[in-house]
């Protein structure tokens, strides 16, 4: 039997993790257990995956629970919620600059982006982050172009503080100050010494320029800058001027690094009628003018020409309204905003001919936040440019913004409740082929269009389930990726297609998870608590084995179509731009995949107290992967194995170590931590057998029978990657049938 040794070299490993099928049903590419590896593509292999570090040098005083990563212009910002506080992140060195208290200490908070602005909930409030408002009471404020300002100019305008009981001072050009005598409000022309403002000549042109209300810049009036301005006083400035500011109305594009409650956009505006008078009168009689059920009337006489009948007309004293003459027009505009009743005219017998026209319809504020501040999913659909609206505890109806306002919702108006009886809540919304698609509990449906009442139509999905959590929903190429009921689906954008019932369902929806991890599936707890990110071609979902916070991720590898494991993070929240992820987990945010080790966020002590490891520490990455059940040329076929082969990679000139198992049925042989830098089996290069030239090869000597061999590699040491190229086995067919080792003489008796 010795001259007939064969050899049986496996060196795929891209199926990944399978823990639903028996060990031998599994394909030889997959993995029995996948704990931190990764296949490498550039090299065919199975490697230890990359760890994490430190971006906050030191931990932070308080749980890190939430955040979010947005862009703005090319630069991608981030924010963290940390001890019921936002904070701006600094990702270079992990800084936070306090922004705001969220309401009653929230956790979470519920973002979405119009235009530059970076809007949130936190479930009672609603805020804004990036509201135009660079406007400052006092001090400098350093403006560059393009930033907008808000005058916040007092009705009595803005001035300068006395520092002295006798009014005596030194003056800085552009100083305003208040003249006490008179109330009027002057600005300095030139910078002057020890001047007493209490007696100084304000009359004098050269030192003093009277300032009117309004005249350099109106309260509540946003200014953008037409160049860069540096450091200026905002309290002091004159927006007026031209070659600085310009005003600007809308505002929605624009940015700031303030955070502030969401004020309610205002669209009220006030009523406007113009009556026209088109000839004077032949007779003499009383015209009669009725604005909003009030009625004035004037008299005119025989013969009267229409300037003067529209004189009398501009003064007939309207409290409720304003009048403006404008050749033979009187425009009325009303002094409160909102609709009015429509009026009329009645020349009586005068002859005279008129016009009444409404130019512009009175309109109330109708809009409303106070629904919106409680939902707790929103998606700007990019179609029609509206923000939705969901999770509204106090009702399942799905709210929707006024078209390109992220704080424009019209109360009870705007408004839909699209989906069919027994579907359930919302539970997450996004973007698709620009369709809104929004996910309930039993299903989803989907909407395209700009009105939503009157322009599309809600469609019914066919999908089995929804999304559990919103933060699972992620776009994946071509499709859309999320955790279900009972698994992970990704369905294709071409459900939304009209052709789509003439595809395979499984074109259309595959559940990734269905037939692979069901078992790891099986483990998750509070599946609520998962949240899922799409990072270079990988789509990761955070789960939770304790039900309190996620402490493991499940990794789907979108170009091998497989599934691996990562223990040993816990990851409170992503942080995602294109070039880098990052999380929060505990005390830190940390940078993923990017070195072979961990980082401890939590204290571990031993069973006396003694503390073993503390925050901030580097953890070891905790390696485990079993193969499958190979069983070579027969699964029912006995065969005695002779040599094990372990191929490896140099791993940057790093000396490997690990614990092997090798399994042969029910029979187990172990090697403690062994360095795998090992080549040479009585001075045979085995590498070059199996055609791998610079490979390290451990052997294993080794006598088992069994009809199938497992290996199993545990590796658990700070900077120890491994690279796994392959397993190999040297055997032969035997009719021996006991699973156990033997020794040599046994064997080859």
Not at 30 to 39: C, Q, R, T, V, W
Not at 319 to 338: I, L, Q, R
Not at 427 to 436: P, R, V, W
Request: net charge negative; hydrophobic share 35%; charged share 25%.
């Amino acid at each position: 039997m010795a001259e007939n040794w064969k050899q049986q070299v496996y060196s795929d490993f891209s199926g990944g993790y399978n823990d639903i099928s028996p060990g031998i049903d599994i394909q030889d590419k997959e993995m029995k257990l996948s704990e931190n590896a990764d296949y490498a593509a550039e090299v065919k292999a199975l490697q230890t995956r990359k760890g994490c570090s430190k971006v906050n040098p030191e931990a932070y005083g308080a749980n890190v629970t939430d955040g979010y990563a947005w862009l703005i212009g090319s630069t991608y910002k981030k924010c963290v919620v940390k001890g019921g506080k936002l904070y701006d992140l600094d990702i270079s060195n992990g800084a936070l600059t306090y922004k705001c208290d969220l309401s009653n200490g929230a956790k979470q908070i519920y973002p979405y982006i119009m235009g530059n602005t970076l809007f949130f909930g936190d479930g009672q409030e609603l805020w804004q982050w990036g509201a135009t408002d660079f406007s400052s009471e006092s001090g400098l404020k350093s403006v560059g172009i393009n930033k907008v300002v808000k005058c916040n100019y007092t009705d009595d305008l803005p001035t300068e503080d006395f520092k002295d009981t006798d009014r005596t001072q030194d003056i800085k050009e552009g100083m305003f100050v208040k003249n006490t005598a008179t109330g009027k409000t002057y600005k300095s022309l030139k910078a002057r010494e020890k001047v007493n403002l209490e007696t100084d000549d304000y009359s004098n042109a050269e030192n003093w320029l009277e300032i009117v209300k309004g005249e350099y810049g109106e309260k509540g009036h946003f200014y953008i800058s037409v160049t860069n301005l540096g450091a200026v006083n905002l309290k002091h400035e004159n927006f007026k001027d031209t070659a600085k500011w310009k005003e600007c109305t809308d505002v929605k594009n624009f940015s700031s690094s303030v955070v502030r409650k969401v004020s309610a956009y205002d669209p009220a505006k006030e009523e406007e009628i113009v009556i026209t008078v088109t000839s004077g009168a032949t007779a003499a009689a009383t015209v009669t003018v009725c604005l909003d059920n009030v009625t004035k009337t004037f008299k005119v006489t025989d013969g009267e020409v229409v300037s003067s009948i529209v004189d009398k007309l501009s003064k007939v004293g309207f409290d409720d309204w304003n009048a403006a003459v404008t050749g033979n027009s009187v425009m009325f505009t009303a002094k409160e905003k909102g609709s009015k009743v429509n009026g009329y005219v009645d020349p009586s017998t005068s002859g005279i001919a008129f016009s009444y026209e409404t130019k512009t319809e009175g309109k109330d504020n109708d809009c409303d936040l106070t629904a919106i501040k409680k939902c707790t999913i929103f998606c700007v659909h990019q179609g029609s440019q509206r923000v939705f609206a969901a999770g509204n505890p106090d009702d399942n109806g799905l709210y929707y913004s006024e078209i390109g306002y992220g704080n424009y919702f019209k109360s009870e108006i705007n408004k839909v409740y699209p989906a069919i009886n027994g579907y359930g809540a919302v539970t997450g919304m996004i973007n698709l082929s620009n369709a809104l698609l929004v996910s309930y509990e039993s299903g989803w449906c989907a909407w395209t269009g700009a009105t939503v009442l009157s322009d599309a139509t809600w469609r019914i999905l066919n999908l089995p389930y929804g999304c559990v959590s919103a933060r699972t929903l992620c776009l994946t190429p071509n499709s859309f990726t999320y955790l279900g009921k009972d698994g992970v689906y990704c369905v294709s954008a071409a459900l939304l297609s009209d052709d789509y019932v003439l595809l395979e369902s499984s074109q259309i929806i595959k559940k990734l998870s269905e037939n692979v991890i069901e078992n790891t599936i099986h483990e998750f707890k509070n599946k609520r608590l998962c949240e899922a990110v799409f990072y270079n071609n990988v789509y990761m979902l955070t789960y939770s084995t304790n039900g309190e916070y996620c402490d493991r991720v499940l990794k789907y590898e979108w170009d091998t179509s497989s599934f691996t494991l990562v223990t040993g993070w816990r990851v409170n929240r992503w942080l995602n731009d294109p070039e880098n992820l990052y999380f929060a987990s505990n005390n830190f945010i940390l940078k993923a995949f990017d070195r072979y080790t961990d980082v401890y966020t939590e204290e571990v002590r031993n069973d006396d107290g003694t503390l073993l490891h503390a925050p901030g520490d580097d953890k070891a990455i905790e390696l485990h992967v079993k193969t499958k059940e190979f069983f070579f040329d027969s699964p029912i076929t006995n065969k005695v194995v002779q040599m094990v082969g372990l191929i490896f990679q140099q791993h940057n000139n790093i000396h490997s170590s690990a614990e092997i198992t090798i399994r042969a049925g029910y029979s187990s042989y172990h090697l403690k931590p062994t360095d795998l830098a090992e080549s040479l089996y009585y001075g045979r290069e085995w590498g070059k057998i199996w055609g791998y030239r610079e490979a390290i090869v451990k052997m294993i000597e080794i006598v088992m029978v069994s009809n199938t061999f497992q290996i199993e590699l545990q590796n658990s040491a700070i900077e120890d990657p491994i690279t796994l190229i392959g397993v190999g086995f040297v055997y032969d067919t035997t009719d021996l049938v006991i699973p156990t080792i033997l020794k040599d003489e046994e064997l080859l008796k």
